[in-house]
């Protein structure tokens, strides 16, 4: 079963980094403002955030990280283009690993490391990430959080203009 939501997830993440048709994409979020703001985002389930971005990506919505985006937030970077996020002197990024939940009637969830799930995550980062992820000590088993705060948050993201936060 394990072998077989690894599978999913997988397959979910690459369709995700392939742009879908826009007829075929219903997108269901609003923001009220010319982008949508991230600002404090504890992550969840992947496949939820890759549908999400997709969306948001296949939409041209623009993004600006305005606070936390931690775990699965940060694919965000993989998946909308470069020029479509921009990041406050606010945003902060936290990287780990990914986790794989099995449950199961009348028992108590299991937690694993889903070191599958964990390196596609990984490679869906641009190359300036996981080079400095890797300097950071990432090697693919990392429960504790890499945290990439204030300027190194804008090596990796362009800075915002007052014409995004408007």
């Given at each position: 079963?394990?072998?077989?939501?690894?599978?999913?997830?997988?397959?979910?993440?690459?369709?995700?980094?392939?742009?879908a048709?826009?007829?075929?994409?219903?997108?269901?979020?609003?923001?009220?403002?010319?982008?949508?703001?991230?600002?404090?985002?504890?992550?969840?389930?992947?496949?939820?955030?890759?549908?999400?971005?997709?969306?948001?990506?296949?939409?041209?919505?623009?993004?600006?990280?305005?606070?936390?985006?931690?775990?699965?937030?940060?694919?965000?970077?993989?998946?909308?283009?470069?020029?479509?996020?921009?990041?406050?002197?606010?945003?902060?990024?936290?990287?780990?690993?990914?986790?794989?939940?099995?449950?199961?009637?009348?028992?108590?969830?299991?937690?694993?490391?889903?070191?599958?799930?964990?390196?596609?995550i990984?490679?869906?980062?641009?190359?300036?990430?996981?080079?400095?992820?890797?300097?950071?000590?990432?090697?693919g088993?990392?429960?504790?959080?890499?945290?990439?705060?204030?300027?190194?948050?804008?090596?990796?993201?362009?800075?915002?203009?007052?014409?995004?936060?408007?």
């Open positions: 079963m394990k072998a077989l939501i690894n599978a999913l997830a997988g397959v979910l993440l690459l369709c995700a980094l392939t742009p048709s826009a007829k075929d994409v219903p997108v269901q979020f609003t923001s009220g403002r010319a982008a949508t703001f991230i600002t404090d985002d504890p992550g969840g389930i992947i496949t939820d955030f890759v549908k999400k971005y997709s969306d948001m990506r296949d939409a041209g919505t623009n993004v600006v990280i305005d606070g936390e985006c931690a775990s699965a937030c940060t694919i965000v970077l993989g998946i909308l283009r470069p020029e479509k996020v921009c990041a406050t002197p606010d945003a902060s990024l936290g990287f780990h690993s990914a986790t794989a939940i099995t449950r199961e009637d009348g028992k108590a969830p299991v937690f694993e490391h889903a070191a599958e799930i964990s390196k596609l990984f490679n869906s980062y641009p190359g300036e990430v996981r080079a400095w992820l890797t300097k950071q000590g990432w090697n088993d990392n429960p504790t959080v890499i945290w990439a705060r204030g300027g190194q948050v804008r090596k990796f993201i362009r800075p915002c203009t007052a014409a995004d936060l408007s």
